[in-house]
């Protein structure tokens, strides 16, 4: 089996087994009612089934996504910047007249 589509495998089952226990996390806090509906309702089998298995897929698809990101090689090139100058904005106090309006003046 390739490494690419063994990591892909691992990856995919870590995902799910995340997915797993964040589901019986749902339950056990009973978050938004969920307790009453997955273990006291008919087809609350369904309700965790999907729940399980949409979280599964997210789960799983970050997993390899962070593994992947993971292989990337360091780079050796330089570090900390461009060595450019560093331009300091320092205000200025800069005066301005405000027009006074007529209507103004004249209730004075």
Known sequence: MPK?????IVNVLIGFA????????????DVAGLRHLILETEKGWL????L???????????QFGIAVMR???P???????????????EPVHVRAAAPVARSAARRR
């Open 4 to 8: 690419l589509v063994r990591m892909y």
């Open 18 to 29: 995340v997915a797993a226990a964040f589901v019986v996390m749902l339950v056990w806090a």
């Open 47 to 50: 309700a965790g089934f999907l």
């Open 52 to 62: 399980f298995f949409s979280n599964g897929i997210i789960f799983a698809g970050v």
């Open 71 to 73: 292989m990337a090689e």
């Open 75 to 89: 780079e050796d090139g330089p570090k900390g910047g461009t060595r450019a100058p560093v331009v300091r904005m």
